[in-house]
């Protein structure tokens, strides 16, 4: 079974560094999407990406973020000044396309600054 | 209000036992709605749509009420792998993203 996938699995890294987080969506799938759930609360929508463009970001995707697909495989995200309170599990996930809307998700990476 | 309301939990049952969640989504132009479940520290897994008419996958059954805007999930007969947290979701067709509600965790005992 098609399976997305993410790496690092666990990043640690200062506070100020940039960070890229990586995903390999399911083979087809045409919608990729980037979620966050800090530790005891609720996974909240970071931003979608459809044709190679940002289709919505929510007010927590600010101009520290940044997504691309740039080789049409790999989705990465990228923090580019981390704070610590980007601490979180960052999770990657995929739709098939326009009439399908179930998602399914990566195993996440988590992301620790200190 | 928030977008997605859950049963606050958590739910500790015996194994055998029939649980129910309960959900309410505050967007009426939400087109579509899913539970999920999701282990410690893990990613959310689809475990099933909720059609209005009501769906049913072995153990589990999902119901939707449109006009009240609630969501339930029905699981039978409880199994200790069953314990996990439950999430409700609902999609939005602005940019196509899934709102989470906070989760209800069930913990089912021998």
């Known amino acids: 079974e098609p399976e997305v996938t993410q790496t690092p699995s666990h990043q640690v890294t200062q506070m100020g560094q940039e960070v890229i987080l990586r995903c390999v969506p399911i083979s087809n799938h045409l919608y990729f999407y980037w979620y966050r759930q800090i530790l005891g609360q609720k996974v909240e929508f970071l931003v979608s990406?459809?044709?190679?463009?940002?289709?919505?970001k929510s007010e927590i995707f600010d101009d520290q973020f940044s997504v691309e697909r740039p080789d049409g495989s790999n989705f990465t995200l990228k923090i580019r000044s981390t704070k610590l309170e980007d601490s979180a599990m960052y999770f990657c996930a995929t739709r098939p396309g326009r009439g399908s809307y179930e998602q399914y998700f990566g195993p996440g990476t988590r992301l620790t600054v200190t | 209000r928030k977008e997605v309301e859950q049963d606050p939990g958590p739910f500790n049952v015996p194994e055998g036992a029939t649980v129910a969640f309960n959900c309410t989504y505050s967007n009426s132009a939400s087109q579509s709605f899913f539970w999920y479940r999701q282990d410690c520290r893990k990613e959310p897994k689809l475990l099933m749509s909720?059609?209005?008419s009501g769906n049913e996958d072995g153990r589990f059954t999902a119901q939707l009420n449109r006009a009240s805007q609630y969501i339930s999930l029905l699981i039978r007969d409880s199994k200790l792998s069953d314990s996990a947290t439950y999430l409700c979701v609902v999609f939005y067709n602005q940019g196509g993203k899934l709102i989470f509600g906070q989760g209800t965790e069930l913990s089912v005992k021998p």
């Open positions: 990406f459809y044709n190679n463009e940002i289709s919505e």
């Open positions: 909720v059609y209005s």
